[in-house]
């Protein structure tokens, strides 16, 4: 299984960035082809200290593949596209297969 993990900067307006997200972003998201399964949560550290990443995102896809051509579809790219309406500070994304 191949994963894309999406690490949000914490927002300047975090209920905004919890709603928007909740009710718009996820529905495009998970229109995106070959998206096996996704997940998303608001870390904690263990030490009790703030996290370096406000959110985290994991979608799973088959491949490596098959990750970029879900991403370079319509879907992929209008998911994309939204991520300016509730993160504004941007995302940093990551993706690696796992064993």
């Known amino acids: 299984m191949h994963k894309m993990i999406v690490l949000y900067p914490k927002p300047d307006d975090p209920e905004h960035f919890k709603k928007y997200y909740r009710d718009t972003h996820i ?8 998206v096996k399964s996704y997940s998303y949560g608001y870390p904690a550290t263990l030490d009790g200290k703030d996290p370096p990443h406000f959110c985290m995102f994991i979608a799973e896809f088959d491949s490596p593949a098959a990750m ?7 879907e992929g790219k209008a998911a994309v596209a939204d991520i300016p309406n509730y993160s504004p500070k941007g995302v940093t994304v990551v993706h690696m297969h796992s064993e």
């Open 68 to 74: 970029q051509a879900g991403m370079g579809s319509a």
């Open 27 to 34: 529905s495009l998201a998970k229109k995106i082809p070959g």
